[in-house]
């Protein structure tokens, strides 16, 4: 079975390195599907889960807050702004920061702050989303 090598790197560090049968990302204009020997793809990303389909068929999550897909045949890397390992996942942490950028956007006066506080808002609902369906005991 033919594999591709994914790596995730954020501004934190090196989140993942490894062999995968597919990758799953949400690209800026709809999720998009990595195969092995897939053609040659750079694309931005938007805020939530990279699913890494390993060989057993089992998926590692991951929560990423935007960045940057580049696909090369054999080789796909994910370079996030911010990047969560799915076992990483805090619930608390996740609404605590979407009750933060919620409250940033109703006190925001200026245009420059409203676009902040939205885009701080469009990540913590994302992070919040991620940590939900990894907690739901439906997964």
């Known amino acids: 079975m033919a594999t591709l090598h994914v790596d995730i ?3 934190e560090g090196h989140i993942y ?7 799953f990302a949400p690209a800026a204009m709809g999720e998009v599907g990595i195969a092995p020997r897939h053609a040659p793809l750079l694309t ?7 699913r890494v389909k390993l060989a057993d068929g089992s998926e590692l999550p991951f929560f990423v807050g935007g ?15 911010t990047a969560l390992r799915g076992e ?3 619930e608390a942490a996740a609404a605590a920061s979407k009750a ?6 109703a006190g925001a006066k200026s245009e420059m702050d409203i676009a902040k ?8 609902a994302a992070r919040y989303e991620f940590v ?6 439906t997964r």
């Open 9 to 11: 790197v954020a501004a």
């Open 17 to 23: 390195s490894g062999d995968a049968s597919m990758l």
């Open 44 to 50: 931005t990303l938007k805020p939530g889960t990279v």
């Open 67 to 81: 960045g940057i897909l580049e696909v090369q045949p054999h080789l796909v890397t994910v370079l996030a702004d």
């Open 88 to 90: 990483d996942a805090d």
């Open 100 to 105: 933060e950028a919620e409250a940033k956007l």
């Open 117 to 124: 506080a939205n885009e701080e808002v469009t990540m913590a």
């Open 132 to 137: 939900k369906k990894l907690k739901s005991p």
